[in-house]
């Protein structure tokens, strides 16, 4: 499939990659008609290269691909860019599902799955990504040694910029607000992740683990994200 060259250069540009051919036709039809621009690759080498060409504003990744896998297709992505990575799973795979979550995919959507459903979590990520953006310049928010910037979707931990997933920058950025306060679940999932907690959804859990990890210990050995049981998540403020 190649690039609709008419379309003007500011249209949001979707990477497909994934092996099923009639599949990604019927899908970049269907973009096509939500305003978005669609091109796909259909093997894991080829879909590395083009995620990471800069061109593409959401890739989205199916685990399963001929010559390299997504999730070590996503793992190469990670270590230069945060372009949005939207994963398509087997129905039932949890494995995929948190392998590719701890690897910083931002979303994840088992297959088979509709094409309104779809485009709903993409627009639910480029939401995530842009909304600061749009909205202009926001005030910094400091928890202790931590400092976010809204406006730029840049975390500061003691001072160095902070690794994050679009994703985890959207948490820690509801959690940071709420310092020191428990955050629900479901607030998280709505003001986060744009969409309403379902049940056994795991998906914040995991992103949530990842955010611990770059933060590291408090001096007490505690984390500086506490996991409130039956409530939610709080961050220290100290």
């Known amino acids: 499939m190649e690039p609709d060259t008419r379309r003007p250069e500011k249209m949001t540009k979707i990477l497909l990659i994934d092996d099923d051919r009639e599949l990604t036709a019927m899908l970049a039809e269907y973009l096509a008609g939500e305003g978005l621009g669609a091109f796909a690759v259909h093997d894991g080498q080829s879909g590395e290269t083009e995620a990471l060409s800069g061109r593409y504003n959401l890739v989205v990744l199916d685990v399963m691909l001929p010559r390299l896998s997504g999730i070590e297709v996503l793992r190469r992505i990670r270590r230069t860019s945060?372009?949005?990575?939207?994963?398509?799973?087997?129905?039932?795979?949890?494995?995929?599902?948190?392998?590719?979550?701890?690897?910083?995919?931002?979303?994840?959507?088992?297959?088979?799955?509709?094409?309104?459903?779809?485009?709903?979590?993409?627009?639910?990520?480029?939401?995530?990504?842009?909304?600061?953006?749009?909205?202009?310049?926001?005030?910094?928010?400091?928890a202790g040694p931590l400092t976010v910037l809204?406006?730029?979707?840049?975390?500061?931990?003691?001072?160095?910029?902070?690794?994050?997933?679009?994703?985890?920058?959207?948490?820690?950025?509801?959690?940071?607000?709420?310092?020191?306060?428990?955050?629900?679940?479901?607030?998280?999932?709505?003001?986060?992740?744009?969409?309403?907690?379902?049940?056994?959804?795991?998906?914040?859990?995991?992103?949530?683990?990842s955010i611990r990890q770059k933060l590291g210990p408090r001096p007490d050995g505690q984390p500086w994200i506490l996991g409130i049981r039956g409530q939610g998540y709080q961050l220290a403020c100290e």
């Open 150 to 209: 809204p406006g730029k979707r840049r975390a500061e931990w003691y001072g160095a910029a902070l690794d994050l997933t679009g994703t985890e920058f959207s948490l820690l950025e509801e959690l940071a607000r709420n310092a020191g306060h428990i955050v629900g679940k479901e607030q998280l999932s709505r003001n986060a992740l744009g969409r309403a907690l379902t049940a056994y959804d795991r998906r914040i859990d995991v992103h949530i683990s």
């Open 82 to 142: 945060d372009v949005p990575v939207l994963l398509l799973t087997a129905r039932g795979d949890d494995i995929d599902r948190i392998s590719g979550l701890d690897l910083g995919a931002d979303d994840y959507v088992p297959k088979p799955c509709s094409a309104g459903e779809l485009v709903a979590r993409m627009r639910a990520i480029l939401r995530r990504v842009t909304s600061n953006r749009d909205n202009g310049p926001a005030d910094p928010i400091v």
